[in-house]
Every structure is written in structure tokens, then in C-alpha cells.
């Protein structure tokens, strides 16, 4: 992948931030609000739209599919397609950042289906090595509906994860029944997925390898119990949840905890500050601390802009009261840190040769048991 798309991606992650692509980053701004709502009423859409996921043309990544982005890999790296693979059903985050409507459609074409292309090349990618990748299309709720707490945002959330609870089921259809199974996503994408967990926990009880609920916060109490799943406390453990929110010192994370905290858990619990779901990915382990040297590997655009390089051992990372804070050499990934040095854009691409690699150990740990 080209260093200008990579850039594009990260451009891309900026405007969802700057949308609300997560409730969590309300700013509570009077015209940003305004700017960012749709227009009209959330209209519920004729039976006759829903993406129909028995067919290729709703699916972004699935095996079998033309070009299929999860199968990119950084310059150099070639994915090994290991046998008794797993499947991995990926939720994309936010694409769609128009204004004309409450959820964007099925083929949004043009910019806001390319951009979901991108997002399934640079984070769904890190786990080809082990598995079938299956991203479904969705009608995503527009960036403005995470801004708003009105009936017309509830509805539009509510349509998105129907969509992707549909795209589950179908993709469960079409797996073995003593196939592992990951589950991962971003922002949006996670924000489903966890809710999915808890709907979903029969159909996933005794084949889920993990979760990664990256971009997303997650409750240990709050959240967990409903699931009938844990945090990740080793790196060879199974059936569990990782998930963080990536920042740098100084950091200040108040945009996130006055949001989160306070609001009803899936056990129908309020979530507390110190609840907080922290996952270091270089280490698969909740609360742990490790050294740049660990790293596998952060994806860099190099200086002639011309690739995005897997560059390990430069990214260290600590869990710190809920938040993963980085240290070492971090590169410049961009122009685009968040306030509050706040790099959720960057979640995946800085940690993605270990997120590839985690993936890769509990697969192992699955196939030993």
C-alpha cells in the first residue's frame, strides 16, 4: 500500500474523529452539533433495502471475493496462510460523513466505500495469516447520529447493529461447526460488536479464540458480566477480550472519561472510572507493561512516500488507569494526534506486526487444546 493512501486512511480517521465517529468524544458544542446533524427525521428504510449477505456484493472481505483488501500486507511482509485457520468477522468504523441521511446505504459508492476498503486493508489484514477475514458492508450510522442523544440517533445505531448482527449469523451459517472464531473492530465497528457479544454469547460459547474491541471502552464489571467473557489476562488465553485506547504523555483523556462514565453497562450497571478495560496488545495481557523492543512491528509511511514498512522494536506501551499510554522512538505517523495527545487514530497501525502476532498465539493455543 502506497504511503499516500496510508495517509489518506489516517486523513480519513481524522474526520470521523472530528464527526463523532464514538459517543465517547462528544464535545457538547452547540455548532459543531448543528454542522454535524443529519437532515430531516430517521426514517426507517423499506424492508427491501437490507443488505442481503447471502450474496458477495455485501461483503467487503470474504474468502472467495475478487481483490479482497484484508489481504494486504506491508512492504516486505508476506502473509503465510497457516492451515486450520480461523474466521474473523471484522467491523469496520465510521466511513460515511454526509449529512444527507441518518445511515448511509448498503453501496455507498465512490469515497465512503473505498474508505471502508481501507480500513479492512490496514486493521483486518493483521489477522490473514490465521484466518478467513469477513467484513461485512452495513448501513453505518452517520458520524452526526454519535453526536446526538435524540430518538432519530437511537434508531440510527439501533439500524446499524442490525445489520451487523445479520451479517453474523450469516457468517456463522457459513463456518464449521469446530471452527474458531476471532471477532474484531474499531470505533463504530466495536461499539456493535460488544453489544454483539452479549446477544451472540450462546452461538460464540466454547469457539471464540478472542475479541478485540479496540477504539472502544470497555467495562471489566460494567460491561463483561453480560458477555459471559473476560479480560485477556495472558497471551495464550482463550475466549477473552482485549481492547485499548492509545495515548501519549501528557495525556489527558477527560473528553473520553466525562462521556463514558456514569452511563449504563450492558449488565445495566454504571460504569465507573476505574472500569476501564486496558489491554496491551504487546504483551496480550490487561494492565501489563512492555518496552519498545517488543514491539513487532508499527506501520510507518517511509520518507520517499512511496510505502507504508512494518518498522519494529520503536513503540513501547503501559497500561495506565484505563488508557495505554505509548513511549520510545514513536514515528510520525501523521499529523493528526487527537487533543489531549489522544492517538485513536492510530490503534491499529501501532501495534499491527503484534496484533498479528497475538492473533497467531491464541490460535496456537486453540489448536493445542
Known amino acids: 500500500m502506497c504511503a499516500r493512501r496510508f495517509l489518506m486512511l489516517i486523513f480519513i480517521l481524522t474526520l470521523i474523529f472530528v464527526g463523532g465517529a464514538f459517543a465517547l468524544y462528544q464535545f457538547g458544542d452547540r455548532v459543531l452539533v448543528r454542522m454535524a446533524t443529519p437532515t430531516g427525521h430517521f426514517r426507517e428504510p423499506p424492508k427491501s433495502s437490507s443488505p442481503d449477505y447471502s450474496k458477495m456484493a455485501s461483503w467487503i472481505a470474504k474468502p472467495g471475493l475478487p481483490k479482497d483488501p484484508s489481504h494486504w500486507a506491508p512492504q516486505g511482509v508476506v502473509h503465510l496462510h497457516k492451515d486450520n485457520r480461523a474466521a474473523t468477522f471484522f467491523v469496520h468504523p465510521t466511513t460515511y460523513l454526509e449529512r444527507d441521511r441518518w445511515n448511509a446505504p448498503i453501496d455507498a459508492a465512490g469515497e465512503p466505500d473505498r474508505r471502508a476498503e481501507l480500513f479492512v486493508e490496514s486493521q483486518a489484514s493483521a489477522f490473514d495469516d490465521v484466518s478467513d477475514v469477513w467484513a461485512p ?33 450469516a457468517f456463522l451459517k457459513e463456518q464449521a461447526a469446530d471452527k474458531p472464531i476471532i471477532l474484531a473492530g474499531h470505533s463504530q465497528g466495536s461499539m456493535h460488536l460488544l453489544r454483539l457479544l452479549k446477544e451472540r454469547k450462546a452461538a460464540i460459547n466454547g469457539r471464540l479464540v478472542a475479541a478485540y474491541v479496540v477504539g472502544w471502552p470497555v467495562g471489566v464489571q460494567s460491561d463483561l458480566p453480560a458477555t459471559g467473557l473476560s479480560p485477556c489476562t495472558s497471551s495464550g488465553q482463550l475466549g477473552c477480550v482485549t481492547s485499548w485506547q492509545s495515548f501519549k504523555d ?50 510507518v509511511p517511509d520518507s520517499s512516500l512511496t510505502n507504508a514498512t512494518l518498522q519494529p522494536g520503536r513503540v513501547g506501551a503501559r497500561c495506565d488507569n484505563g488508557f495505554l499510554m505509548i513511549e520510545g522512538d514513536i514515528p510520525n505517523l501523521g499529523t493528526y494526534v487527537l487533543p489531549g495527545n489522544n492517538y485513536h487514530v492510530y490503534d491499529y497501525a501501532l501495534f499491527w506486526g503484534s496484533v498479528r502476532a497475538d492473533a497467531e498465539r491464541r490460535l496456537t493455543a486453540w489448536q493445542a487444546r
Open 137 to 169: 458492508k452495513y448501513r453505518q450510522a452517520a458520524f452526526g447520529a454519535f453526536l446526538l442523544k435524540s430518538e432519530d440517533a437511537h434508531k440510527a445505531l439501533n439500524l446499524a447493529y442490525r445489520d451487523v448482527l445479520a451479517a453474523f449469523d
Open 250 to 299: 501528557p495525556a489527558n483523556p477527560q473528553l473520553v472519561t466525562e462521556a463514558w462514565v456514569g452511563t449504563k453497562g450492558l449488565t445495566g450497571a454504571d460504569r465507573a472510572r476505574d472500569d476501564m478495560l486496558c489491554t496491551n496488545p504487546l504483551t496480550g495481557t490487561a494492565g501489563a507493561t512492555a518496552p519498545p523492543a517488543s514491539n513487532q512491528g508499527t506501520l
